[in-house]
């Protein structure tokens, strides 16, 4: 199974939107919504943002949100702040019952 | 309140097994409603999915992985472990244990341990 394709990096200013895509194939993000989306701060643990495509766990600020079309997912993060600085990373459910991650996007805030 | 710890040796030689436990806390491993997974992450770069075992000891590999691979559930202690034969330096890695549902309502991995660094090296 390949990797889920992410773009390396984005940016954005504060308070501004950006949008990370993550694609796959009719194997995978096309097949199921079963795609989560996961932050992550270095030496630290992945958190989970986004699972089933678009729901937010309890808690989550709304600021984030998903979605997805074909075989292509995306992570939407609105009004960012500096926290939101980070390495995000999207997986998605197999039609083999495997699980496949994204390469991870690197978020800058400038 | 949920918990994962990994444990396990920090250097493993090339060649060798690479053996991890995952201990779990305030769940059952026995719980119907989810299975277990590891993932792990090689220093700068991303994240890999490995394995994941469900309490009847169902299995599924990471295909790239699968020859050199073995999980295991010991109910009894609440854990789960990897077995990893083989290995090379491109299995030095940062390995999680998670936890990840079974079902339509709850496939995703919620839970997360704090990681354990193995370095493959003479």
């Known amino acids: 199974q390949s990797a889920l394709t992410q773009p390396a990096s984005v940016s954005g200013s504060p308070g501004q939107s950006i949008t990370i895509s993550c694609t796959g194939t009719s194997s995978d993000v096309g097949s199921y919504n079963y795609v989560s989306w996961y932050q992550q701060y270095p030496g630290k643990a992945p958190k989970l943002m986004i699972y089933?495509?678009?729901k937010r766990p309890s808690g989550l600020s709304n600021r984030f949100s998903g979605s997805k079309s074909g075989n292509t997912a995306s992570l939407t993060i609105s009004g960012l702040q500096a926290a939101d600085e980070a390495d995000y990373y999207c997986?998605?459910?197999?039609?083999?019952?495997?699980?496949?991650f994204g390469g991870g996007t690197k978020l800058t805030v400038l | 309140q949920v918990q994962l710890q990994e444990s396990g040796p920090g250097l493993v030689q090339p060649s060798q097994t690479l053996s991890l436990t995952c201990t779990v806390s305030g769940v059952a491993v026995s719980s119907g409603e989810y299975y277990w997974s590891w993932i792990r992450q090689p220093p700068g770069r991303g994240l890999e999915w490995v394995a994941y075992?469900?309490?009847?000891?169902?299995?599924y590999y990471n295909p790239s992985l699968k020859s050199r691979l073995t999980m295991s559930v010991d109910t009894s202690k609440n854990q789960f472990s990897l077995r990893l034969t083989s290995v090379t330096a491109a299995d030095t890695a940062v390995y999680y244990c998670?936890?990840?549902?079974?079902?339509?309502?709850?496939?995703?991995?919620?839970?997360w341990g704090q990681g354990t660094l193995v370095t493959v090296s003479s």
């Open positions: 997986i998605s459910y197999t039609t083999s019952s495997t699980w496949v």
């Open positions: 998670a936890r990840v549902g079974a079902h339509d309502y709850n496939n995703y991995h919620d839970f």
């Open positions: 075992i469900y309490h009847t000891g169902t299995t």
């Open positions: 089933d495509v678009s």
